[in-house]
Nanobody, 117 residues
């Protein structure tokens, strides 16, 4: 089992920044790729950014150039630096890890990000 705890969400004005963290514990040896997803009210959950164990990254077009994903393998923690935030970034943000021992992976509980105009 892998447990994930997200933090760093909150309310920010458009143009502002937030940094999300996702701390993993438990069977962290089984973690492969990690990623951030978000779900806005009335919309499907979507991928925001992904990072492999080797550090390769992939971003949704809507956040390229504004968001940066990173991970500290020694601390089993993943980050999402969000700059130039827009109201359309408002959503619950979830972290997810892919695991060698659990094909469906593990999800965090989510953290709310609200961007006011």
């Amino acid at each position: 089992q892998v447990q994930l705890v997200e933090s760093g969400g909150g309310l920010v004005q458009a143009g502002g920044s937030l940094r999300l963290s996702c701390a993993a514990s438990g069977s962290t040896f089984s973690i492969k790729a990690m990623g951030w997803y978000r779900q806005a009210p009335g919309k499907q959950r979507e991928s925001v950014a992904l990072i492999t164990s080797g550090g390769s990254t992939n971003y949704a077009d809507s956040v390229k150039g504004r968001f940066t994903i990173s991970r500290d393998n020694a601390k089993n923690t993943m980050y999402l630096q969000m700059n130039s935030l827009k109201p359309e970034d408002t959503a619950v943000y979830y972290c997810k890890v892919d695991s060698y021992v659990r094909p469906s992976g593990y999800w965090g509980q989510g953290t709310q990000v609200t961007v006011s105009s």
